[in-house]
Each structure stands twice: as C-alpha cells, then as structure tokens.
C-alpha cells in the first residue's frame, strides 16, 4: 500500500506543451504540497493545500497550478511548458497539526 | 532570513566511520527540524526530527544535536554503513509545518 502516489514516474513532452501529473494519498492527511527539485537536488516547495488555504510559493510561474478534486488528490497542472521546467517534482501530505510531511515517489519531467 | 544553509555538500566515510552534517538557520521563530533521507529515485522520507526543547535526539545509531543560541544543528551518523549512502536534507519549519524550508542538501558515500 503506497502512502502517497504519483503518476507518471517519467514524463517526457515537448516545449510549449501542457502536461498534469497526478498525486494521491491514503493516509487520510488534510494538507498536501507539490515541491520540485532540480539538477543539484535542491527542493523547493512550489505550493501547500488544504481545504481552506492555498499557499503559494511566490517564486512558482502562474503557467503552474494546483487542483484538488478532494483531499487525497493535488493534481498539478503546468501550462507552455519550457526547458527549465525539466526536474523532479514531489507531491507530500502531512496532517494539520502535525509537522511530519511524506512524500511520493517523484515524477521526472523532461521537457524537450 | 527563510534560509537553511548545509554542509557539506558531499561526504565520503569509511564503513564504521562517523558522519557528521550541519545545518544552520536564522528564523527563530522555526520550532521544528527534521531530517530527510532520500535514496536515488526515491522520495525524501523521514529520518529524525528534533524540537527546541532539547538539545540532543538519538534514534539507533542517528543523533540530532542542537545548539538553540547558535541557532546550528547537526546529524551524526554513528558506524556508517554502506546502506547509510543517500542524500541528507536538513529542514525547519514554523507553526506545525508551516514555511516548511529544507537545506541544500549532502550527498553521503560510505565505501565498504
């Protein structure tokens, strides 16, 4: 039973293209985050959600959005995409009032 | 003032050696620090977490140090294994997860 989801594990796609990736979890967490991490392995979070807030990390493109059909899913959303989009991009939930955050297994997005 | 410095950027240990991590912050309002454990291809995951509370955690063969007026913390890893080979992240955050910061990360190597 995988704790949180992620598909697809690679994502190849051409520049200008839009793409989504997919996160789910099953550990009944009510706040979920999308980070990405680059070449040189630094993790950024990009945005944080729970049913009341997002919170945006004011660095990330609008081209990048969050959908949260219900409070398993983040589903992330990246329009025009360009070649520095390319990276490894996390989903993690924790619960609120809770500190620890656990994250999926990665999607590699390689944009050509 | 977000920032969370890390060194080194890489370590290369003996089996058996100890190895030693440091992290530095300089928001005292972050109330908690984990640290996060990411093998290739994987997700980061939890490895230990300490609060300002205390100035030293020790889970096997894993301890956190901390210096609340130095505002430094640091993880030790006694009798490193070649499994222990992984990249180290060092993280704090405010308000139970809240402005969630990880460091730059250390890439540890443990040669047999």
């Known amino acids: 039973d995988t704790a949180v989801s992620q598909t697809p594990k690679y994502l190849v796609t051409q520049m200008g293209n839009d793409k989504s990736i997919k996160c789910e979890q099953n550990?009944?967490?009510?706040?979920m985050y999308w980070y990405k991490q680059d070449s040189k392995k630094f993790l950024k979070i990009m945005f944080s959600?729970?049913?009341?807030?997002?919170?945006i990390n004011e660095t990330v493109p609008n081209r990048f959005s969050p959908k949260s059909p219900d409070k398993a899913h983040l589903n992330l959303h990246i329009n025009s995409l360009e070649l520095g989009d390319s990276a490894v991009y996390f989903c993690?939930?924790?619960?609120?009032?809770?500190?620890?955050?656990?994250f999926g297994p990665g999607t590699r997005l390689t944009v050509l | 003032q977000q920032q969370v410095k890390q060194s080194p950027q890489s370590l290369i240990v003996q089996k058996g050696g100890i190895s030693i991590i440091n992290c530095a912050y300089e928001?005292?309002?972050?109330?908690?620090f984990p640290w996060y454990q990411q093998f290739p291809g994987k997700g980061p995951a939890l490895l230990i977490a300490?609060?300002?509370?205390?100035s030293e955690k020790k889970e096997g063969r894993f301890t956190i140090s901390f210096n609340k007026s130095a505002k430094q913390f640091s993880l030790h890893i006694m009798d490193s294994q070649p499994g222990d080979s992984a990249t180290y992240f060092c993280?704090?955050?405010?308000?139970?997860?809240?402005?969630?910061?990880f460091g730059p990360g250390t890439r540890l190597s443990v040669l047999p």
């Open positions: 300490i609060r300002p509370d205390v």
């Open positions: 993690a939930s924790s619960q609120s009032g809770a500190d620890t955050q656990y």
């Open positions: 928001n005292t309002a972050f109330d908690y």
């Open positions: 959600y729970n049913n009341k807030e997002l919170i």
């Open positions: 993280a704090a955050s405010t308000n139970y997860g809240q402005n969630f910061v």
């Open positions: 550990l009944g967490h009510d706040t």
